[in-house]
């Protein structure tokens, strides 16, 4: 079946601008979750949400960064006014989520941002 | 605070011999603890995790909570092991706490 999918795989864009970027979760997995890879960082937890609720969005750097999930399957993270700092790989996962909190993560191929 | 953290950027090790990647944590409960794995041009992908106690492509990983390590061994490299690794904590509910990464290099 399809994995995770992720688009654009790449965005360039000028310093100001806002970028959405999209996540198609694998059908079925109600948790959905956003990272950010920076180099040298590892990844950053953004944001996760079960079905449509986001319960927790501590992870969320700034409040230009903002997501949303419709019908409990895409998902759209939402940088506004993107500054130089922005510019990274932000990946998706998604798992089954329930009441098991140990669920294995399937991860999007991501999509590199580049703020110039 | 909940922390994860891998010292080591980058090891690198000869094929054959043996390897560990250190991973400790910060966290008062009982966590859940996980290694995930990239391979070059690959998506990152789940390599083991504790409660499984299981060895996936020779590598174990035993979680010490006196230490709290749960550092990933194998007792034999393999040049097809180079990837980059990422210890990973879930302190209950969804959120999962990555470390930096360590990049394994394994020469021939």
């Known amino acids: 079946g399809a994995g995770v999918s992720q688009s654009p795989s790449n965005k360039v864009t000028e310093k100001g601008k806002d970028v959405e970027l999209r996540c198609d979760p694998i059908?079925?997995?109600?948790?959905l979750y956003w990272y950010r890879q920076s180099l040298g960082q590892g990844l950053e937890f953004l944001i996760y949400f079960q079905g449509n609720s986001a319960p927790d969005k501590s992870g969320l750097p700034s409040d230009r960064f903002s997501a949303e999930r419709t019908g409990g399957s895409v998902s759209t993270l939402t940088i506004q006014r993107t500054q130089q700092e922005d510019s990274a790989v932000y990946l998706c996962?998604?798992?089954?989520?329930?009441?098991?909190?140990?669920?294995?993560?399937?991860f999007g191929p991501g999509t590199r941002l580049t703020v110039t | 605070a909940q922390r994860v953290t891998q010292p080591e950027k980058l090891l690198s090790v000869f094929k054959g011999a043996p390897v560990e990647l250190k991973c400790n944590y910060s966290y008062s409960g009982s966590p859940e603890l996980f290694w995930y794995v990239q391979y070059s041009r690959q998506r990152l992908q789940l390599l083991l995790r504790?409660?499984s106690r299981e060895s996936i492509k020779g590598f174990t990983a035993d979680l010490n909570k006196g230490e709290t390590s749960f550092h990933l061994k194998k007792p034999f490299a393999q040049e097809e092991d180079s990837a980059m690794y990422y210890c990973a904590l879930s302190p209950g509910g969804f959120k999962t706490i990555f470390g930096a990464g360590t990049r394994l290099f394994v020469k021939a």
């Open positions: 996962a998604s798992s089954l989520g329930g009441t098991q909190s140990s669920y294995e993560q399937y």
């Open positions: 504790h409660i």
């Open positions: 059908s079925g997995h109600t948790a």
